[in-house]
C-alpha cells in the first residue's frame, strides 16, 4: 500500500516530532491500522510533502517523526474562486470534491433566488461548512495537491460578485453568447454558477453590473454538480496546469 497523504496545518522541519489531531490520528491507526514506524506523507501548501513515519501511535493524539522534503511548495499557475449556488443533497458536496482535484482555491456557497437549501440555525450552518471543508481536505489529500481550497460560510449572491477582486470575472449562463473561447487568459478567475434552477435574469443583471462576464458551455445544459467541472477544466486547460 502506498503512504497516505496526510494535510497538516503544522509547521513541517525535518527532525521535528508532530501530534496529530484525533480524526487524523484515528483514520491512521483505527482505520488503516498503521502501526509505529509506518509510513505517511504529511503534506501543506507552505511546507510542501515530507515523508514521515509514525512515531506513537494512538487513535486520538497520534505522533509523526518528519523527514525529508520530497515535493516543494509552489504556486498554482491560476487561481480560482468558484462561487456556487446552494443545492440540495449530495450534489454540492459532490462539487466541493471535484472542484477540489481540479484545483479550485477557494469555494464559497451562495445564497440565491432558486435555492432551495435553508439553515435553520448558525449551528446548523457551522456544522455543514466543517463538514465541507473536511471533503475539501480529503479531495487535495486524494488528489496529490499540496494547497486545501478555503470553504467560505455561505453568503449572498450580489455580496460575492460586488467583492470579487480577480482579473477575470464569469458566469455561467445558457444566455450567454460566447463561449471560453473569448475569455482572455489572466491568473486569476472568479467563476460564477448557478443552483439547481440556474439564475434569475435579475441575478445576472447583477452580476454583469459587477463585471462578470457571461459564458456558456455549449448546447447542453449541465447540472450544478456538473457545469463547476466542466468550466473548471476548460479553464486549468486554457490558463492553469492541464496543458
Known amino acids: 500500500m502506498r503512504s497516505p497523504r496526510i494535510h497538516v ?6 527532525g521535528q516530532i508532530i501530534t496529530l489531531p484525533p480524526e487524523a490520528s484515528h483514520y491512521l491507526v483505527q482505520v488503516l491500522r498503521l502501526k509505529a514506524g509506518d509510513s505517511v506523507r504529511p503534506f501543506n501548501a507552505t511546507n510542501g ?15 509523526l517523526i518528519i523527514g525529508e522534503q ?5 504556486v498554482a499557475a491560476l487561481q480560482v474562486s468558484l462561487g456556487l449556488g446552494l443545492s440540495k443533497g449530495d450534489r454540492f458536496d459532490f462539487a466541493i470534491q ?13 445564497t440565491t433566488q432558486f435555492s432551495e437549501v435553508k439553515f435553520s440555525s448558525d ?3 457551522a456544522k455543514k461548512l466543517l463538514h465541507w471543508q473536511k471533503i475539501a481536505i480529503s479531495a487535495a489529500e486524494q488528489s496529490g495537491r499540496l494547497s486545501v481550497p478555503t470553504v467560505h460560510s455561505p453568503i449572498a449572491l450580489e455580496t460575492w460578485t460586488k467583492d470579487a477582486s480577480e482579473e477575470t ?7 450567454a453568447t460566447s463561449g471560453f473561447a473569448a475569455v482572455k ?6 467563476l460564477l454558477v448557478g443552483p439547481e434552477g440556474g439564475f434569475s435574469s435579475e441575478e445576472e443583471s447583477i452580476a454583469e453590473r459587477h463585471g462578470f462576464q457571461g459564458v ?16 473548471l477544466a476548460i479553464l486549468q486547460f486554457m490558463m492553469g496546469d492541464l496543458a
Do not use: F, M
Open 216 to 231: 456558456e458551455l455549449g448546447r447542453r445544459i449541465l447540472r450544478t454538480e456538473t457545469a463547476p467541472l466542466a468550466a
Open 98 to 110: 471535484k472542484a477540489t482535484e481540479l484545483g479550485v482555491t477557494s469555494i464559497t456557497p451562495l
Open 9 to 14: 496545518d503544522d509547521e513541517l522541519l525535518q
Open 49 to 63: 510533502e515530507h515523508v514521515a513515519a509514525i512515531h506513537t501511535p494512538n487513535r486520538k493524539k497520534s505522533t
Open 185 to 190: 487568459k489572466s491568473t486569476s478567475v472568479a
Open 169 to 175: 470575472l464569469l458566469i455561467l449562463s445558457p444566455r
Open 123 to 125: 449551528e446548523r450552518k
Open 70 to 74: 520530497t515535493v516543494a511548495s509552489d
